[in-house]
């Protein structure tokens, strides 16, 4: 409660009880079912408010859980995961996250995915390192944005840390380096 200054607080313990796996959480968001998708250092979780409890999400076959820097949830309820090691994603009413690939798209040395975000169009973008996807998921197609440092009409280099639409069709991101609209 902010107006008295009282908060319930959920930690990491040692053996994972009740908390996070992740000491530093770096993405929040909720679902249609009231659930929360957590994503940290430690991978991703979902608490569940009617148990009041945190349960360890897999993504895809990764023995260890690979850092989620962003978590989102897209208008058919699918729930999309940035990570270090790419961008995962489970439909609504799957039961597993499958990896969605994209470094075929722009032969990438490093797989990370910083951003997600779905325009008024029903697009999917996922910010990654010097390049953004525009990804079509019912068609499973992927176009890829890149950098090209020595362009100043491209792509701003770096991580691609946020994505918002401002105005219809006009998709804003912000990266280590710049804000560019795409």
């Known amino acids: 409660d902010a107006r008295t200054e009282t908060f319930r607080t959920w930690r990491r313990d040692a053996n994972g009880v009740r908390g996070p796996r992740s000491a530093s959480v770096d993405a929040l968001v909720q679902s249609a079912d009231g659930g929360l998708w957590v994503g940290g250092d430690g991978g991703l979780d979902r608490f569940d408010p009617r148990a009041n409890a945190f349960a360890p999400v897999a993504l895809g076959t990764a023995r260890v ?7 989102y949830v897209d208008r058919k309820g699918a729930v999309w995961a940035g990570t270090q090691t790419g961008l995962f994603v489970r439909a609504r ?5 499958v990896r969605f690939p994209l470094q075929r798209a722009a032969r990438l040395a490093t797989p990370a995915v910083y951003s997600v975000y779905e325009d008024g169009g029903g697009r999917i973008w996922a910010g990654s390192v010097n390049a953004l996807f525009e990804i079509d998921a019912s068609r ?7 950098s090209a440092p020595q362009n100043a009409r491209t792509l701003a280099p770096g991580q691609q840390w946020s994505l918002i639409e401002m105005t219809p069709g006009v998709l804003w991101e912000g990266t280590d380096s710049a804000v560019s609209i795409v």
């Open 140 to 146: 499973r197609a992927v176009h890829a944005l890149l």
């Open 65 to 71: 859980a690979p850092i989620v820097w962003s978590v």
């Open 93 to 97: 009413g799957a039961s597993r996250f």
